[in-house]
T-cell receptor, first 110, second 115 residues
Framework: RKEVEQDPGPFNVPEGATVAFNCTYS??????FFWYRQDCRKEPKLLMS???SGNEDGRFTAQLNRASQYISLLIRDSKLSDSATYLC???????????FGTGTRLKVLA | DAGVIQSPRHEVTEMGQEVTLRCKPI?????LFWYRQTMMRGLELLIY????????DSGMPEDRFSAKMPNASFSTLKIQPSEPRDSAVYFC?????????????FGPGTRLTVT
């Protein structure tokens, strides 16, 4: 089983739709969680950290479920510019290794 | 603030040649990571430096790969000799905090093509 698993997609959604991605992780000692966004032929960029209580940044909401070992990303009112690959990242306390998922591809359609 | 800087952005070389990739981390960051990304394998960690010291190079594919960090503001990844299967995008990332506790910031990458 992979340490971090994501549905590769693609998720094709119309503009204005709400879309959610999940990411599961296998190491229960994982302490830090992030969502990164990667555009085609570009570097991954931090979208948001994921906090235990959940957090929101504009149209984006991230949630953590420790019991079931998954994190989620919700995007409301999708824009064409949200089209990208979304990478889930997990890190265990006391280690340096950031484990990247293979990403979920989102296409927002006009 | 300047982000992570990498050079060159693109490199095309012939099999057998030496390739050197360069990275300047964000000032003040004490952790530096080299990654390789391909369609087949995704993002793979090659090596991690903390305070200029290589901590884990278990991801380096072969002895053909070597990395150095002579000071806090510069790192190199060298491939000698290069092979076609080394073709990939190589990213450098930096982070701060104990053992790189905080989020990583990536450079724009070097797109390497070995023919």
């Amino acid at each position: 089983r992979k340490e971090v698993e994501q549905d590769p997609g693609p998720f094709n959604v119309p503009e204005g739709a709400t879309v959610a991605f999940n990411c599961t992780y296998s190491n229960s000692a994982s302490q830090s969680f992030f969502w990164y966004r990667q555009d085609c032929r570009k570097e991954p960029k931090l979208l948001m950290s994921v906090y235990s209580s959940g957090n929101e940044d504009g149209r984006f909401t991230a949630q953590l479920n420790r019991a079931s070992q998954y994190i989620s990303l919700l995007i409301r009112d999708s824009k064409l510019s949200d089209s990208a690959t979304y990478l889930c990242v997990v890190k265990s306390s006391g280690t340096y290794k950031y484990i990247f998922g293979t990403g979920t591809r989102l296409k927002v359609l006009a | 603030d300047a982000g992570v800087i990498q050079s060159p952005r693109h490199e095309v070389t012939e099999m057998g040649q030496e390739v050197t990739l360069r990275c300047k981390p964000i000032s003040g960051h004490n952790s530096l990571f080299w990654y390789r990304q391909t369609m087949m394998r995704g993002l793979e960690l090659l090596i991690y430096f903390n305070n200029n010291v290589p901590i884990d190079d278990s991801g380096m594919p072969e002895d053909r790969f070597s990395a150095k960090m002579p000071n806090a503001s510069f790192s190199t990844l060298k491939i000698q000799p290069s092979e076609p299967r080394d073709s990939a995008v190589y990213f450098c990332a930096s982070s701060s905090g104990l053992a790189g506790a905080y989020e990583q910031y990536f450079g724009p990458g070097t797109r390497l093509t070995v023919t």
